[in-house]
């Protein structure tokens, strides 16, 4: 297993690439670079940030600060500084060292935020100079790539487990003691859950090897007593002079120092005053300045003082108090579009999807419902679609005052393509004030339902292409797309089901348009029906109503009882959804789908599907052709029921089990078979359908269950 063969070669890539997450740069590229010349005074000989760096002054320094206050500015001027590998290089006595970076980020995706983001991150960062190291920080891994097939492999790497992550990034500086390395971590308070375990992971690296270790975060309790003994700077108490020297050289854009400097100063102080050390205050209030084109210093200290102190405050004057009404709306429209993709993948755990696109927020916003089901398939002129992201851009730093901005490239702003940007806060201040209620009466002046503009944004994607529409065989690529849509369709309010009732059916005839089948008949082959699974998995066998089957596997409760209700369902010969309906009796299981649902359920039964329907279907396998029998969906019922011990899934809590007690029993009052024996996996054993009720019973005993018995005795 030679690391330089070329199967080594093609190992150490594929590894490389999948650890590699782009999108993470995004946070560094979102951070305001540092004023010029600012910082300056944490090269001083004297500062211990200086000394920490160049000397043996222990291997950890803590950076903290108040919100707002510049850490993640400071951090991301270090990184970039010639002065920080000149003064690591005393550290080493001239030898070279290795730096990786990372910026966690509250308002960006669950990579941004996540022990995962950061140990596939810095890993990348780590092993990308150093490739020979791989098959030593991963040699499980390795083996077994070694061997596998292509298709194995990118399977394998197509999800990285966390322990493993963990395990290597640990066996990285177990492995290289003597290799000199520096890590910057920036917004430790902005990962997404136990900090303790982050902490205690860095702080254990930190101590092998030559290995030093910079981190910043909110002076939070946990972060207060994890780094009490290891150098550390205030920032809010040391940027004084940087912001004094940011204030002044902005303002003197407005030329009203000449003449006036005594009065000019006092100016500059007193916003960095009523600042008080939040650095994001102070360029808020200088940004403002500059666009309101005050004339005399006068003018400019009088609307200063007018502010309000705290940054919440400031973004409620900024953006509510002062706004005309037509710039509320579109500002309300905005956020509500944000934090409605939000909500969505927050649940579907579609982190590549969280942040909506400047295309996205276009096509949620400029149609009605009704114009888009007019809408006949075609492509959008290039030059209409330049002209409304164009607007849309203006539309989000107008309204918002720059508080929300549109994602940088690296090479600047300048280029033609913004549709597919990615719109987020600049901080996280703001999305925590937008989270908030102080900026409710601004939210209510939008009459917009969000996840209803999100929807129609997802089936516009095809009846309003950027790109000539192409019809395909192939409906893998769709299924991102998909996901969005009936998730948002499901997180609508009651009032717009209706509306996302009409959006789905739209979607599916447009996806029937784009699908080449090779059968005239849905069930057999369809768009919808390429979404449940492999085509290994789904063979050839015949479904009922795959269009519906997804509706209920996303849990679209009020569009199953329309669908049913217009007679659109037909119960037929094939795998019926009330299979999809029985899937998450008892957890979700990590998917993207919510848990069974009472009301679908009791629609398909009351609509005529057969609890105790076997589809039998003849499969070729080669050596002969085979009759092969389908679970019904009563026996996934009791599959899942048999699964729920097993895994203890089941609460204790009678409360918790109304649920899938009421879904049984429908079943059994749908004439369910009570003499049907289970077999979910080779981990359980046969069970009858009366013993498995006797037992939910006896295990949790209570009106519910008992009922169920009753019925199966």
């Not at 390795?142 to 992550?165: P, Y």
């Not at 329309?562 to 795998?575: C, I, N, S």
Request: proline share 4%; charged share 25%.
């Amino acid at each position: 297993m030679a690391f330089s063969s070329e199967r080594g070669v093609l190992l150490t890539e594929a590894i490389l690439d999948s650890l590699s997450l782009p999108a993470l740069r995004d946070r560094e590229l979102q951070i305001v670079t540092s004023y010029e010349s600012t910082f300056e005074w944490i090269w001083q000989q004297s500062h211990p940030f200086s000394q920490w760096l160049a000397g043996d002054h222990g291997t950890s320094f803590w950076i903290t600060g108040l919100p707002g206050s510049g850490k993640s500015t400071l951090l991301r001027y270090i990184a970039s500084s010639p002065k920080t590998r000149s003064a690591l290089k005393q550290w080493t006595g001239g030898k070279n060292v290795l730096l990786a970076s990372f910026y966690f980020w509250e308002s960006g995706t669950a990579m941004q935020r996540s022990h995962e983001g950061l140990l596939r991150s810095l890993l990348h960062q780590l092993l990308l100079p150093h490739p020979e190291m791989i098959p030593l920080v991963f040699p499980t891994l390795w083996a077994d790539l070694w061997d596998a097939s292509t298709v194995e492999r990118v399977r394998r790497l197509a999800k990285w487990d966390l322990l493993d992550l963990g395990q290597g990034f640990k066996s990285f500086f177990i492995e290289a003691p003597s290799r000199p390395i520096c890590l910057l971590v920036d917004g430790l308070d902005e990962f997404e859950g136990d900090h303790q375990i982050t902490i205690d992971l860095l702080k254990g690296i930190s101590e092998t090897g030559k290995v030093k270790l910079c981190i910043s975060s909110r002076p939070w309790d946990v972060f207060e007593e994890a780094f009490r003994n290891v150098p550390k700077l205030a920032l809010q108490d040391l940027t004084r002079g940087d912001m004094v020297q940011y204030t002044s050289g902005q303002l003197a854009r407005l030329g009203l120092i000449e003449g006036n400097e005594e009065e000019f100063y006092g100016l500059v102080h007193r916003i960095v005053d009523k600042s008080e050390g939040v650095f994001l205050w102070a360029s808020q209030v200088v940004k403002w300045l500059l666009k309101s084109n005050v004339v005399t210093i006068t003018e400019a200290a009088k609307k200063v003082e007018g502010l309000p102190s705290g940054l919440d405050n400031l973004y409620r004057h900024q953006l509510v108090d002062t706004a005309m009404e037509d710039t509320l709306i579109i500002m309300s429209k905005i956020v509500q579009i944000m934090q409605a993709r939000e909500s969505v993948c927050r649940f579907t755990r579609d982190e590549a999807s969280a942040l909506v696109t400047v295309w996205e927020m276009v096509l949620s916003t400029r149609f009605s419902v009704g114009g888009v089901l007019e809408l006949q398939i075609q492509q959008v002129p290039p030059d209409i679609m330049k002209e409304w992201c164009r607007s849309m851009v203006d539309d989000i730093k107008r309204s918002t005052d720059g508080l929300i901005e549109v994602q940088k490239e690296a090479q600047g702003d300048d280029t033609e393509r913004m549709d597919s940007r990615s719109i987020s806060y600049i901080h996280r201040t703001v999305k925590d004030f937008f989270s908030g209620t102080t900026w409710s009466p601004a939210a209510t002046l939008s009459s917009l339902s969000p996840h209803i503009g999100l929807l129609q944004s997802a089936l516009l994607i095809w009846k309003y292409p950027t790109t000539r529409p192409r019809r395909a065989r192939a409906a893998s690529a769709w299924w991102p797309t998909i996901a969005l849509a009936f998730s948002h369709a499901r997180h609508a309010p009651l009032a717009d089901q209706d509306a996302a009732f009409d959006l789905l059916i739209d979607m599916n005839a447009t996806l029937n348009w784009y699908y080449i089948g090779t059968s005239e008949s849905p069930g057999e082959d369809s768009w919808a029906r390429s979404c449940f699974g492999t085509l290994e998995q789904r063979g050839k066998i015949p479904y009922e109503d795959p269009f519906l089957g997804l509706a209920v596997k996303f849990g679209l409760e009020l569009f199953v009882i329309r669908y049913v209700k217009d007679g659109l369902y037909v119960p037929g010969k094939g795998r019926s959804p009330l299979e999809w309906a029985t899937m998450y009796l008892f957890d979700r299981q990590s998917s993207i789908y919510p848990l069974s649902s009472p009301i679908i359920v009791k629609t398909l039964l009351d609509a005529g599907a057969d609890p105790n329907y076997r589809l039998t279907y003849r499969k070729n396998t080669g050596d002969a052709i085979k009759t092969v029998s389908l679970t019904s969906p009563w026996g996934l019922a009791l599959e899942a029921l048999q699964q729920g011990f097993r895994r203890h899934w089941i609460s204790k809590n009678p409360i918790d089990n109304e649920r899938w007690t009421y879904i049984l029993r429908l079943f059994l009052e749908h004439g369910a078979d009570t003499d049907l024996v289970a077999q979910a996996t080779y981990k359980d054993q046969k069970e009858g359908a009366r013993a498995l009720l006797q037992k939910a019973y006896k295990t949790f005993p209570c009106a519910e269950t008992e009922s169920l018995w009753d019925l199966a005795r």
